[in-house]
C-alpha cells in the first residue's frame, strides 16, 4: 500500500505542476493530456489516494482517469470517441465488465493454484545449493534457474490480476470498444501474461511486466530527467522498491542488459527478419536468450541478501554481465532518430511502447463538468486512439 499511494501522490503532484504551473507548449502530447488544471478537493485527493479499490495493491491509474470515473462520464466519452466514425457498423450498448472479471478471476485462480503447488518444488533459492552447484551441468543450471524464476512469477500475476479484476467490478476500467464492437475492460491492467512467457526481447518483456509502474516511472521520472535518464530511472526504480540490496542488485543488472539488448536488436536483427524461417529460428533464439537473461537478472530480487545473490552470479562468474559489457563495447548504440528528435534516441526499452500505451490510456480528461472541456477531453482521446 505504501509503494502504490508514493505512485499516486508523486504522479498527482506532477499532474498540478504540469497543469497549473508549466506553460503548454513546453508539455509533451502525453503530460499535455494528463495535466490537471484545478486543485483537487480534499474530498478528490483523499478519494484518488486510498479509494478501497486499489488501497492494497493498485494498480495505479491517472488521476483523470479516476475523476472521470467517479462522476459517471467515462462511458459517455468513450463512446462518443467509438461515435466518432460516421460508418460506425454496430450499436453501442451498456458496457459490462461481467466476462472481462469472471476471465480474470479464472486467471487468479490458476496462478494460485500453480503457486501453492509447482512453485514450491522449484524454490528459487535451490540454484544457490552448495552441492547443486557442484554436481549439475550448465544447460542443467540454466535449465532450473529458468523454470524457478517462472513458477515465481504466478504470485504476480495472481495479485495484479485481482486487483484489475476488482476495479473492473466496480466499473473501472472501461476503454472503449475494438474494431468488432467488443468492449475492453484493460484501462488499467497491469500485465499480459502470454506476451510476457513469449516474449523475445528484453524490451517485450518490460513492456508486458508492471505496465502501470512502468508509466509512471516514465512519467515522474525518465520524461523529466536532466542526463541519463535510463540509469535515473533504474535507480528510481529500486529505491521506490525498498531498502534490500537485492533490488539495487537486480536494477543496476538490469541496467547493462537493457543497453546490451538494445545494442544487438539494433545491430544484428534486421538480418534476419526477411526469410520467414530464418526469422522463426532467429525468434526461438532470442525467446531462450531473453528469458535466460531475464531470470540471470531477476535472481537478487528474490533473494534479496547480497551474500546469496553474489554466491549466484559468482557461481556463473558473471558471465552475463561481461557478456553484456562486451557487447557495449563491440556494437554502437544507433540512433533511430536524428536533430531535433535526438533525446528519443537514447529512451529506456520500454518507452517507446508507453508511449503508445500512454497515448492509449490517457484519461477522460478534465475534472470540470463543462461542455467545453468535454469537448476538448472527446477530442484528445479519439486523436490518441487513431494513433
Same mark, same amino acid.
Given at each position: 500500500?505504501?509503494?502504490? %499511494?508514493? #505512485? @499516486?501522490?508523486?504522479?498527482?503532484?506532477?499532474?498540478?505542476?504540469?497543469?497549473?504551473?508549466?506553460?503548454?507548449?513546453? *508539455?509533451?502530447?502525453?503530460?499535455?493530456?494528463?495535466?490537471?488544471?484545478?486543485?483537487?478537493?480534499?474530498?478528490?485527493?483523499?478519494?484518488?489516494?486510498?479509494?478501497?479499490?486499489?488501497?492494497?495493491? +493498485?494498480?495505479?491509474?491517472?488521476?483523470?482517469?479516476?475523476?472521470?470515473?467517479?462522476?459517471?462520464?467515462?462511458?459517455?466519452? #468513450?463512446?462518443?470517441?467509438?461515435?466518432?466514425?460516421?460508418?460506425?457498423?454496430?450499436?453501442?450498448?451498456?458496457? !459490462?465488465?461481467?466476462?472481462?472479471?469472471? #476471465?480474470?478471476?479464472? %486467471?487468479?485462480?490458476?496462478?494460485?493454484?500453480?503457486?501453492?503447488?509447482?512453485? @514450491?518444488?522449484?524454490? &528459487?533459492?535451490?540454484?544457490?545449493?552448495?552441492?547443486?552447484?557442484?554436481?549439475?551441468?550448465?544447460?542443467?543450471?540454466?535449465?532450473?534457474?529458468?523454470?524457478?524464476?517462472?513458477?515465481?512469477?504466478?504470485?504476480?500475476?495472481?495479485?495484479?490480476?485481482?486487483?484489475?479484476?476488482?476495479?473492473?467490478?466496480? +466499473?473501472?476500467?472501461?476503454?472503449? /470498444?475494438? @474494431?468488432? +464492437?467488443?468492449?475492453?475492460?484493460?484501462?488499467?491492467?497491469? *500485465?499480459?501474461?502470454?506476451?510476457?512467457?513469449?516474449?523475445? !526481447?528484453?524490451?517485450?518483456?518490460?513492456?508486458?511486466?508492471?505496465?502501470?509502474?512502468?508509466?509512471?516511472?516514465?512519467?515522474?521520472? /525518465?520524461?523529466?530527467?536532466?542526463?541519463?535518464?535510463?540509469? #535515473?530511472?533504474?535507480?528510481?526504480?529500486? %529505491?521506490?522498491?525498498?531498502?534490500?540490496?537485492?533490488?539495487?542488485?537486480?536494477?543496476?543488472?538490469?541496467?547493462?542488459?537493457?543497453?546490451?539488448?538494445?545494442?544487438?536488436?539494433?545491430?544484428?536483427?534486421?538480418?534476419?527478419?526477411?526469410?520467414?524461417? &530464418?526469422?522463426?529460428?532467429?525468434?526461438?533464439?532470442?525467446?531462450?536468450?531473453?528469458?535466460?537473461?531475464?531470470?540471470?537478472?531477476?535472481?537478487?530480487?528474490?533473494?534479496?541478501?547480497?551474500?546469496?545473490?553474489?554466491?549466484? /552470479?559468482?557461481?556463473?562468474?558473471?558471465?552475463?554481465?561481461?557478456?553484456?559489457?562486451?557487447?557495449?563495447?563491440?556494437?554502437?548504440? @544507433?540512433?533511430?532518430?536524428?536533430?531535433?528528435?535526438?533525446?528519443?534516441? %537514447?529512451?529506456?526499452?520500454?518507452?517507446?511502447?508507453?508511449?503508445?500505451?500512454?497515448?492509449?490510456?490517457?484519461?477522460?480528461?478534465?475534472?470540470?463538468?463543462?461542455?467545453?472541456?468535454?469537448?476538448?477531453?472527446?477530442?484528445?482521446?479519439?486523436?490518441?486512439?487513431?494513433?
Amino acid at each position: 500500500p505504501m509503494m502504490i %499511494i508514493t #505512485q @499516486k501522490i508523486t504522479s498527482l503532484a506532477f499532474e498540478i505542476h504540469d497543469g497549473m504551473f508549466r506553460k503548454n507548449e513546453d *508539455l509533451t502530447p502525453s503530460q499535455r493530456c494528463l495535466a490537471v488544471r484545478r486543485m483537487p478537493s480534499l474530498l478528490e485527493y483523499l478519494s484518488y489516494n486510498c479509494n478501497f479499490m486499489g488501497i492494497l495493491a +493498485g494498480p495505479l491509474c491517472s488521476y483523470k482517469d479516476y475523476i472521470t470515473f467517479i462522476e459517471g462520464r467515462s462511458y459517455q466519452l #468513450q463512446q462518443s470517441e467509438a461515435n466518432g466514425k460516421e460508418d460506425a457498423k454496430y450499436e453501442q450498448t451498456d458496457p !459490462s465488465p461481467n466476462i472481462a472479471v469472471a #476471465q480474470k478471476l479464472v %486467471i487468479c485462480g490458476l496462478s494460485l493454484l500453480f503457486h501453492m503447488t509447482i512453485t @514450491k518444488t522449484l524454490p &528459487v533459492e535451490y540454484n544457490i545449493d552448495d552441492n547443486f552447484r557442484a554436481t549439475a551441468s550448465w544447460p542443467v543450471r540454466f535449465f532450473y534457474l529458468y523454470v524457478s524464476l517462472m513458477a515465481a512469477r504466478p504470485k504476480y500475476y495472481f495479485a495484479w490480476t485481482l486487483a484489475d479484476a476488482i476495479n473492473n467490478a466496480a +466499473g473501472f476500467g472501461f476503454r472503449g /470498444y475494438d @474494431k468488432n +464492437g467488443v468492449t475492453r475492460w484493460d484501462l488499467i491492467s497491469n *500485465l499480459r501474461i502470454q506476451q510476457i512467457e513469449f516474449s523475445t !526481447s528484453f524490451k517485450m518483456f518490460l513492456d508486458n511486466w508492471n505496465i502501470q509502474t512502468a508509466l509512471w516511472l516514465k512519467r515522474v521520472c /525518465y520524461e523529466r530527467a536532466t542526463f541519463s535518464p535510463t540509469i #535515473q530511472t533504474f535507480i528510481l526504480s529500486a %529505491i521506490w522498491h525498498g531498502v534490500y540490496p537485492g533490488y539495487y542488485l537486480t536494477f543496476l543488472t538490469g541496467v547493462l542488459m537493457t543497453l546490451a539488448a538494445r545494442a544487438i536488436r539494433n545491430n544484428i536483427r534486421h538480418y534476419f527478419v526477411e526469410s520467414p524461417a &530464418v526469422k522463426l529460428c532467429y525468434d526461438i533464439i532470442t525467446w531462450m536468450a531473453t528469458q535466460v537473461a531475464i531470470s540471470y537478472t531477476v535472481v537478487p530480487f528474490v533473494l534479496l541478501s547480497v551474500k546469496p545473490s553474489f554466491t549466484f /552470479y559468482s557461481s556463473c562468474y558473471f558471465c552475463l554481465h561481461i557478456a553484456s559489457i562486451l557487447v557495449l563495447l563491440v556494437f554502437p548504440l @544507433k540512433r533511430t532518430e536524428k536533430g531535433s528528435k535526438k533525446h528519443e534516441s %537514447i529512451q529506456p526499452v520500454w518507452s517507446k511502447k508507453l508511449e503508445e500505451e500512454n497515448l492509449l490510456q490517457k484519461n477522460s480528461y478534465s475534472t470540470t463538468n463543462n461542455s467545453f472541456s468535454q469537448k476538448q477531453e472527446i477530442t484528445c482521446r479519439y486523436q490518441a486512439l487513431k494513433q
